[in-house]
C-alpha cells in the first residue's frame, strides 16, 4: 500500500545517510518489523485489560496475585511513605519559614540531599531496616514494606519541606505585624496567620510529594521485589510471554491514571482548605 512504501522510503532514506554504518538500515528494518508486529495495538491492550479485571483479587500465592491487590499494596505503601513525608516536612518547613538563621543553616544540606536517586536511597535504607528492624509472627508490615515506605518519605519530603519553608516565609510582614500589635501568642499567630496563609504552597508541596512518591514507588517495588505494580511490571517483563507486552502496557496506563486521581484528591483537598481560587 502507500503507506507501507513510504515507510519503506524512510527507512531507506535514513539508512543512506552518510557516515552510518553499513547494518544501520538491517537494524532499521528489525525495528521496524518488532513495532509493527510485536507492540500490542488498542485491541489487544483491551483484551489484556479484560483477562486482568475478569478475576483482579485473586491470590495463589505470595508472587500470584490479581493486579486489584497489586494496586492496593502500591497505594498503601505510597499513603504510608508520603505521610512520614508530610509529618517531617511541614513542621520542619515551619521551623525554616521562621527563622533565617536555621533557613541558611538547612538549605545547604537541602539541597544536596533533594537531587539523590531512589535507586540510590534503597541500598542504604534496606542495610538500616535489616539491622533495626526485627520482624515476628506479630509484625505488622514486613521489612520490605518498611523499606520501600521510607524510600518513598526521602525522596517526596522535599518539595512539601521546600514549598512550605517558602510560604511561611513570604507571608505578608503586616499581618505579622498586626499580630505583634494585638500581643497574639506564638502559637496564635501560627494557628491563625502563619498557617492559613501558607496553606496554598503547602498543598502545592503536598501534590508535587505525592507525584514524586507514586513514581519513586513503582521503581522501588521493581528493586525490592515487593508485590506491588512495580514488581507486577517487573514480573510480566521477565516473563516474556506473547501477552507480557500487552499486560505491561496495562499496568503502564493504571499507574498512570492512578496517579491522575491522587493528584485530584490532592487538588480536592487544597479547595476544601485553602481560600481565593485554586488552579489545578
Same mark, same amino acid.
Given at each position: 500500500? $502507500? ?6 522510503? @524512510?527507512?531507506?532514506? !535514513? %539508512? /543512506? #545517510?552518510?557516515?552510518? =554504518?553499513?547494518? &544501520? ?35 495463589r500465592g505470595t508472587n500470584d ?6 494496586? $492496593? ?6 499513603? @504510608?511513605?508520603?505521610? !512520614? %513525608? /508530610? #509529618?517531617?516536612?511541614? =513542621?520542619?518547613? &515551619? ?58 518519605? !526521602?525522596?517526596? #519530603? ?105 493528584d485530584r484528591v490532592m487538588l ?13
Amino acid at each position: 500500500g $502507500a503507506a507501507a512504501t513510504r515507510s519503506d522510503l @524512510v527507512w531507506l532514506a !535514513l %539508512a /543512506a #545517510l552518510p557516515g552510518l =554504518p553499513d547494518h &544501520f538500515g538491517r537494524n532499521l528494518d528489525a525495528l521496524y518489523d518488532s513495532l509493527t508486529t510485536d507492540v500490542p495495538g488498542p485491541i489487544a491492550i483491551g483484551r489484556r485489560l479484560a483477562e486482568l479485571l475478569s478475576d483482579p483479587f485473586y491470590v495463589r500465592g505470595t508472587n500470584d496475585q490479581g493486579i486489584g491487590i497489586q494496586i $492496593a499494596y502500591s497505594l498503601l505503601r505510597v499513603g @504510608v511513605g508520603f505521610g !512520614l %513525608a /508530610a #509529618l517531617v516536612a511541614i =513542621p520542619l518547613g &515551619f521551623l525554616i519559614g521562621m527563622s533565617p538563621l536555621l533557613n541558611a543553616a538547612l538549605n545547604p544540606f537541602i539541597q544536596v540531599l533533594r537531587p539523590v536517586s531512589p535507586l540510590a536511597w534503597l541500598p542504604i535504607v534496606t542495610m538500616v531496616v535489616s539491622a533495626l528492624y526485627v520482624t515476628s509472627a506479630d509484625s505488622w508490615f514486613e521489612k520490605s514494606f518498611i523499606t520501600s515506605a521510607i524510600t518513598v518519605s !526521602l525522596c517526596s #519530603l522535599w518539595p512539601t519541606l521546600i514549598n512550605t519553608a517558602v510560604g511561611v516565609a513570604s507571608i505578608d510582614k503586616d499581618l505579622l505585624n498586626v499580630g505583634r500589635v494585638l500581643r497574639l501568642s506564638k502559637r496564635t499567630q501560627v494557628t491563625k496567620i502563619i498557617l492559613p496563609s501558607s496553606l496554598p504552597l503547602i498543598f502545592t508541596g503536598l501534590r508535587l510529594s505525592l507525584g514524586v512518591g507514586w513514581m519513586v514507588l513503582i521503581a522501588a517495588e521493581m528493586l525490592a521485589q515487593n508485590p506491588g505494580l512495580g514488581k507486577f511490571v517487573w514480573d510480566e517483563f521477565q516473563n516474556g510471554s506473547s501477552s507480557s507486552l500487552g499486560r505491561i502496557m496495562v499496568a503502564v496506563f493504571t499507574i498512570g491514571i492512578i496517579g491522575f486521581l491522587l493528584d485530584r484528591v490532592m487538588l480536592t483537598l487544597q479547595k476544601l482548605f485553602s481560600f481565593g481560587e485554586v488552579r489545578g
